[in-house]
């Protein structure tokens, strides 16, 4: 079946440090890749996606590649900021069935 | 605008009652889910139906009901609530096709007392 695995948090950070979430997926058929995030008391958001094998997406600052030869997509951002405290979900898709990650929480202390 | 919304956006109930959350969007996808979100932020989905049809329904109580009554709606209805039910409950859409984005509501927070 369809499954993502990301690391467990909770994550604490210090403002400007480097941050990587590992997330890695096992799928039946080829699937877009996908990293939501989701703020205190509201839905998720999208972050950034790949459809492809050894695609980079970007967004805010963070990015991801899309590693089909480790089932990988780790996300990862060079400076964290407070703002970035939020849970962060892996996602997979194939097939219009979406599958996520249990989350990730991030919290960057000034 | 809101692209996908949903209310009500809090609900505290009694065990043993019958509610509904409703879920609409203007997006012009073709494809609706559900999805619940533990205290843990587990995220699982429940329900996913495309241009009105049921297309995934995970291992979830008959107690959910979901109604398609068109492409822009998804309504969720629960009989006979329980704590566990006890959640909170993200509709989504997206337009069918793997790479394409699903996107969600703001969620809506169930409390069974």
């Known amino acids: 079946g369809n499954s993502v695995t990301q690391m467990e948090g909770p994550v604490t950070l210090s403002e400007e440090a480097f941050l990587t979430i590992n997330c890695t997926y096992t799928a039946t058929g080829y699937p877009s890749l996908f990293w939501y995030v989701q703020y205190p008391g509201e839905g998720l958001q999208l972050l950034l996606k790949?459809?492809?094998?050894?695609d980079k997406g970007s967004n805010k600052g963070f990015e991801a590649t899309y590693r089909k030869e480790t089932t990988s997509f780790h996300l990862e951002k060079g400076s964290v900021q407070v703002s970035d405290s939020a849970v962060y979900f892996c996602a997979l898709s194939v097939d219009n069935d979406m599958r996520f990650g249990a989350g990730t929480r991030l919290t960057v202390k000034p | 605008d809101t692209a996908v919304s949903q209310t009500p956006k809090y609900l505290v109930t009694q065990m043993g009652n019958d509610k509904s959350i409703k879920c609409e969007q203007n997006?012009?996808?073709?494809?609706m889910y559900w999805y619940k979100q533990d205290s843990k932020k587990f995220l699982k989905i429940m329900f996913s139906?495309?241009?009105?049809?049921?297309?995934i329904n995970e291992t979830v109580p008959n107690r959910f009901s979901p109604k398609s009554p068109d492409k822009a709606h998804l309504n969720l209805h629960i009989n006979s609530l329980e704590l566990g039910d006890s959640a909170v409950y993200f509709c989504?859409?997206?337009?069918?096709?793997?790479?394409?984005?699903?996107?969600f509501g703001e969620g809506s927070w169930l409390t069974v007392v």
């Open positions: 139906y495309n241009n009105k049809e049921l297309i």
């Open positions: 989504a859409s997206s337009q069918q096709g793997s790479g394409n984005t699903i996107y």
């Open positions: 997006l012009g996808h073709d494809t």
């Open positions: 790949a459809t492809k094998a050894d």
